[in-house]
């Protein structure tokens, strides 16, 4: 069994930043494709960013790019989201997730592991 634990969220200022953390725990978890989603309130789970297993690829939704930084650290099975130049319409709680199939994906369903997700506010 794989458990993702997210944190890191909080309320923020627009303009201001935070680093989202996730720790895996269980199986090998360079084995996994890692990613970050969101979700505002009313609105469906969307992709905001995804790694490959050795960090080699990197994967980000046109809204965020040159602002959030997707990493990772295999030894200590973590992946990290730095979300700088914040806005109200980052708002959301963002989840991670890990995929065991080959490549990357934007699509929900095609993630096998989710986090129970951190809040994420910006007041303008």
């Known amino acids: 069994q794989v458990q993702l634990v997210e944190s890191g969220g909080g309320l923020v200022q627009a303009g201001g930043s935070l680093r989202l953390s996730c720790v895996v725990s269980?199986?090998?978890?360079?084995?996994?494709?890692m990613a970050w989603f969101r979700q505002a309130p009313g609105k469906e789970r969307d992709f905001v960013a995804a790694?490959?297993?050795?960090?080699?690829?990197?994967y980000y939704a046109d809204g965020v790019k040159g602002r959030f930084t997707i990493s990772r650290d295999n030894a200590k099975k973590t992946v990290s989201l730095q979300m700088n130049s914040l806005g109200p319409e980052d708002t959301a709680v963002y989840y991670c997730?890990?995929?065991?199939?080959?490549?990357?994906?934007?699509?929900?369903?095609?993630?096998?592991?989710w986090g129970q997700g951190t809040q994420v506010t910006v007041s303008s």
């Open positions: 790694i490959s297993r050795l960090g080699g690829s990197i």
């Open positions: 997730a890990a995929r065991s199939a080959v490549g990357s994906s934007v699509l929900v369903d095609e993630y096998d592991y």
């Open positions: 269980g199986r090998t978890f360079s084995n996994y494709l």
